[in-house]
């Protein structure tokens, strides 16, 4: 696949330009790492066991490393073919994708949590998991949103395992701005470094995440502040001029951010997925306006190759928050 995504499979609306596998209904944990592509795992073997291997061909793994002169040095390799996903520290230690999956077993056994999406980016440096926890909420009419926590880790030494709760317009699969509604500090994101302790530590994780999964109220107090809010086209104007801006260069070609402002404009005044599911009066909101800006972000920004790593883990992430910064400045501060 040309794409970043190696390997995925989906439950519900389309991601991403129909990327993946699409399943009937949501699999067990056992089901979904088979369908996922990630039936597979990682060791870290020292450089020199890889030169042995490889012989000269290993300096084009370590070609964009700093560890070629380091013996204590390691080289990623996935076991099922060998494929080298990265250099590593003495001290990084693989957290296998089953390990992941495993995280979310008591939940989906429960009946708490659905599998939603998961799979690989990048020949398996990256590897990712979604889950809906509860049911999904709508905000007015029929345009709903859920409650998601998403597991990502890199198994090249880049990415730390990372668990993070986050909401999604389910009719379109756009993942919205992950800020809780009064937090000084926005999103809530776990953190587990790749060493010994990594798998206890993720098994521990879902205690320290719960309590967060509860502010999900507050999140959709904040989108339905949103929706009540109308904007002007004026306002609209300016609320997409300040995240898309001319460049600051007089003499540079402003042609691409006049692109983009058109765009999310006709989004936002009729082309937003699931815009029949908005009831009239809420239509022209600052809520309807906020995911014509998330859509571009996830369905229509950049290259199909990378959007789906910035919509989530890039800077489309950030763009994400900037927008729900602005469109909650102007309706709840003003």
């Not at 040095?73 to 494929?83: E, I, L, M, S, W």
């Not at 320290?208 to 609209?236: C, G």
């Not at 239509?283 to 790593?309: C, F, I, P, Q």
């Amino acid at each position: 696949m040309s794409h970043l995504v190696e390997t995925m499979f989906y439950v519900g609306a389309v991601p991403w330009h129909g990327l993946g596998e699409k399943l009937d209904a949501p699999p067990t944990c056992e089901e979904a790492i088979i369908q996922a592509g990630l039936d597979w795992s990682v060791e870290a073997c020292p450089v020199y066991m890889q030169k042995q291997l490889y012989g000269e061909d290993h300096r084009q793994v370590l070609a964009e490393n700093t560890f070629d002169d380091l013996p204590e040095a390691q080289v990623v390799r996935r076991c099922n073919d060998g494929n080298v996903l990265g250099v590593v520290g003495p001290r990084w230690t693989p957290v296998q994708n089953r390990d992941a999956f495993d995280f979310f077993d008591p939940m989906v056994q429960s009946g708490e949590a659905i599998l939603h999406t998961a799979g690989s980016l990048n020949d398996g440096k990256t590897v990712w998991i979604l889950a809906q926890i509860g049911e999904t909420r709508n905000i007015i009419g029929d345009d709903g949103v859920g409650q998601f926590l998403l597991l990502s880790m890199g198994h090249d030494g880049k990415r730390a395992v990372q668990v993070m709760p986050t909401p999604i317009r389910v009719v379109c699969a756009n993942t919205l701005g992950a800020a809780e509604y009064g937090s000084a500090q926005g999103k809530t994101m776990v953190k587990i470094a790749h060493t010994r302790n990594a798998t206890r530590r993720l098994n521990q994780v879902g205690d320290f995440i719960r309590p967060h999964l509860a502010s999900f109220d507050a999140t959709m107090e904040l989108f339905q502040i949103l929706a009540k809010a109308n904007v002007s086209s004026q306002a609209a104007d300016a609320y997409i001029t300040g995240l898309f801006p001319d460049p600051k260069d007089p003499d540079a070609n402003s042609s691409f951010a006049e692109r983009v402002r058109r765009e999310i404009m006709a989004k936002f005044e009729g082309d937003l997925l699931g815009y029949d599911a908005i009831p009239e009066q809420f239509k022209r909101s600052y809520w309807t306006l906020y995911n014509a800006v998330t859509e571009y972000v996830d369905h229509d920004r950049g290259s199909d190759k990378h959007r789906m790593n910035s919509a989530w883990f890039g800077s489309g992430t950030s763009l994400k928050q900037q927008a729900l910064d602005l469109a909650k400045e102007k309706v709840v501060t003003s």
